[in-house]
């Protein structure tokens, strides 16, 4: 991954999640891990080692992870159910539905290796769809950190969740992206620069490239905000009808369908509120996926620093 100058690369956030949910468990015997044969790729090795008595494998049975998961939460545990956001949110959604949100369990849904991650694995192992399927069903958060900072804070802030929460996270190491100083609130995004010709609003492993593209603008004498919206639900409405307001046009940026996500989240919000401004969505279309890097499908959509760009360049100029 290329660096916007003067910024540092972090860790994955799997890796984040896996100390941050270590670190709580030995201070709390109530939280557990389960996973459906996912200790390696959710890099949980280190927890299992740890803390053997706190970690519970099911296999390759996401239905059964989310049952035994709701199961656990109902006797008091605090509990992260951890598994492929492509399986996680497809072969376990009616138990999502019903045994967690309908029956209101307090589980950690962790969706690992999101959106494109696997990359050349394909469609099969993409989770293009997560966002759309759960923000359709009631009483769920969900929260997609873009970077070490927002993972460790939503982890943290889970623990202590009364209702059901999906965590979102890739695989690839990210730019830290706040200052030390910041304060992190589910359900408020962060503005990660100023600006007012336009806003890009952005989640995940795709705040970043929106960055990098405010930076490369700022050079040509266009003023970017860029905003990492880490709560796509409940979404921060404040923020988005403040940068529809303040700025020009507004783009927003995720790695999902342009169907059902943060996009058509927030192009709701500026139509009710009767909000008229240039606007677009850029995430994935509706067509086959190209295989290829998690950076290459982002180059073939234009998710990068230079697509983005010249999205901006596009749409101010109409």
């Given at each position: 991954?290329?660096?916007?100058?003067?910024?540092?690369?972090?860790?994955?956030?799997?890796?984040?999640?896996?100390?941050?949910?270590?670190?709580?468990?030995?201070?709390?015997?109530?939280?557990?891990?389960?996973?459906?044969?996912?200790?390696?790729?959710?890099?949980?090795?280190?927890f299992t080692a740890?803390?053997?008595?706190?970690?519970?494998?099911?296999?390759?049975?996401?239905?059964?992870?989310?049952?035994?998961?709701?199961?656990?939460?109902?006797?008091?545990?605090?509990?992260?159910?951890?598994?492929?956001?492509?399986?996680?949110?497809?072969?376990?959604?009616?138990?999502?539905?019903?045994?967690?949100?309908?029956?209101?369990?307090?589980?950690?849904?962790?969706?690992?290796?999101?959106?494109?991650?696997?990359?050349?694995?394909?469609?099969?192992?993409?989770?293009?769809?997560?966002?759309?399927?759960?923000?359709?069903?009631?009483?769920?958060?969900?929260?997609?950190?873009?970077?070490?900072?927002?993972?460790?804070?939503?982890?943290?802030?889970?623990?202590?969740?009364?209702?059901?929460?999906?965590?979102?996270?890739?695989?690839?190491?990210?730019?830290?992206?706040?200052?030390?100083?910041?304060?992190?609130?589910?359900?408020?995004?962060?503005?990660?620069?100023?600006?007012?010709?336009?806003?890009?609003?952005?989640?995940?492993?795709?705040?970043?490239?929106?960055?990098?593209?405010?930076?490369?603008?700022?050079?040509?004498?266009?003023?970017?905000?860029?905003?990492?919206?880490?709560?796509?639900?409940?979404?921060?409405?404040?923020?988005?009808?403040?940068?529809?307001?303040?700025?020009?046009?507004?783009?927003?940026?995720?790695?999902?369908?342009?169907?059902?996500?943060?996009?058509?989240?927030?192009?709701?919000?500026?139509?009710?509120?009767?909000?008229?401004?240039?606007?677009r969505i850029i995430?994935?279309?509706?067509?086959?996926m190209v295989t290829?890097?998690?950076?290459?499908?982002?180059?073939?959509?234009?998710?990068?620093?230079?697509?983005?760009?010249?999205?901006?360049?596009?749409?101010?100029?109409?």
């Amino acid at each position: 991954m290329s660096l916007t100058p003067g910024m540092e690369l972090g860790k994955a956030n799997l890796d984040v999640f896996s100390e941050t949910l270590l670190a709580l468990a030995r201070q709390d015997r109530n939280v557990l891990a389960v996973t459906s044969d996912s200790r390696g790729s959710g890099k949980l090795a280190p927890f299992t080692a740890a803390m053997p008595a706190q970690i519970v494998e099911v296999g390759i049975a996401e239905q059964n992870l989310v049952g035994i998961a709701a199961g656990l939460a109902s006797a008091g545990k605090i509990v992260y159910a951890v598994s492929p956001a492509s399986f996680l949110t497809a072969r376990a959604l009616e138990q999502i539905k019903n045994d967690v949100c309908y029956s209101d369990r307090p589980v950690k849904l962790v969706g690992i290796s999101a959106g494109v991650s696997y990359g050349a694995l394909g469609s099969t192992h993409h989770s293009t769809h997560d966002l759309a399927a759960l923000r359709a069903i009631e009483n769920i958060a969900i929260i997609v950190p873009a970077d070490n900072f927002e993972t460790a804070e939503a982890i943290k802030a889970a623990a202590a969740m009364e209702h059901p929460v999906y965590l979102r996270f890739g695989k690839h190491p990210l730019a830290h992206l706040h200052p030390p100083q910041t304060q992190f609130t589910m359900g408020k995004a962060l503005t990660v620069c100023e600006g007012t010709d336009v806003a890009f609003i952005a989640t995940g492993e795709t705040v970043h490239p929106a960055l990098m593209a405010a930076r490369e603008l700022q050079t040509q004498g266009v003023s970017v905000r860029v905003i990492s919206m880490h709560t796509v639900k409940p979404l921060d409405v404040d923020s988005v009808i403040q940068a529809a307001r303040e700025c020009r046009a507004v783009i927003t940026v995720e790695e999902h369908s342009v169907f059902g996500g943060l996009g058509e989240a927030c192009a709701a919000v500026l139509l009710q509120a009767g909000i008229q401004i240039p606007f677009r969505i850029i995430g994935f279309p509706d067509e086959y996926m190209v295989t290829g890097s998690q950076l290459e499908i982002f180059e073939h959509y234009g998710i990068t620093a230079q697509g983005l760009a010249r999205t901006v360049r596009a749409l101010l100029t109409r």
